[in-house]
């Protein structure tokens, strides 16, 4: 039976007749791509343990920087840049200090004994000192106004004084000054407070300056031969020293006067 089956089939695929229908085994399939929902307890446990990323260490607000806004000064801050100028006008003596944590008490102290000598203690915020001293010719007293800063101020350079007073007061350190439009540092502040008085040095030089003038008074009245001698002899021995030349005006005196 299979075989006249076969036999015929092979006869017509040489006739070239193929059949319009064929009947075609399918076997069944299983479905494997359906997703079968998860056990709730097994939800439960991957909730709990997902992972959750650290936090950075740095907030991004700290690595970005703000942008800035073009705020207006307001009325108290050109009050009291105003207050700054004048203070710099009317006065030779403007001494930055550093504040280190002093009391109310330590600060009337030190106004009081500051007062004797007409000198005044004053406070401004940094903002305010900043914003004028970048814009003026003092811009260099800038790196010292950080932190908590007293100014002490007067009309003349008294640093003598000054020193006097906050050197037995820790409570406050000298940081620089500006002593008639001279920026100084700490060391220079001290350095001008050993200078002599204006006077002193004054005196010192109308001194010099009649003495030199009686020099030249009392070779003048001299006879004229005795002060061309002493020229001469000046310049025959330069390198003399100054026992040669006296000997020899003493020698010259007792040639040249008349008895």
């Not at 690595?63 to 100028?85: A, D, H, I, M, Y």
Request: some cysteine.
């Amino acid at each position: 039976m299979m075989a006249a089956t076969t036999l015929s089939y092979g006869v017509s695929l040489l006739r070239g007749w193929l059949p319009s229908v064929h009947n075609v085994r399918h076997g069944s399939k299983a479905v494997t791509r359906h997703r079968k929902p998860m056990h709730f307890l097994k939800q439960k446990l991957m909730a709990v343990t997902e992972y959750i990323p650290p936090k950075p260490v740095i907030p991004d607000r700290c690595l970005k920087p703000l942008p800035k806004r073009n705020q207006e000064e307001s009325g108290l801050v050109k009050v009291l840049k105003r207050e700054v100028e004048m203070m710099f006008q009317n006065n030779k003596m403007i001494a930055v200090f550093q504040n280190n944590s002093s009391s109310s008490e330590d600060l009337l102290l030190i106004k009081y004994r500051l007062q004797k000598y007409d000198i005044t203690v004053k406070f401004f915020p940094n903002q305010v000192m900043r914003s004028f001293l970048s814009t003026s010719k003092y811009i260099n007293m800038l790196p010292l106004f950080s932190g908590h800063n007293v100014l002490l101020v007067s009309r003349e350079p008294k640093t003598k004084e000054m020193l006097k007073v906050v050197k037995n007061t820790p409570q406050i350190s000298l940081l620089g000054a500006c002593i008639e439009d001279t920026i100084l540092s700490h060391k220079g502040v001290h350095d001008y407070s050993r200078l002599p008085s204006v006077a002193v040095i004054q005196g010192q030089v109308v001194g010099g300056l009649t003495q030199m003038t009686s020099q030249t008074r009392d070779l003048i009245r001299h006879n004229p031969l005795y002060l061309s001698m002493l020229l001469k002899r000046y310049v025959d021995q330069p390198k003399s020293g100054k026992e040669g030349v006296e000997g020899a005006e003493e020698k010259e005196k007792t040639q040249t006067e008349p008895s």
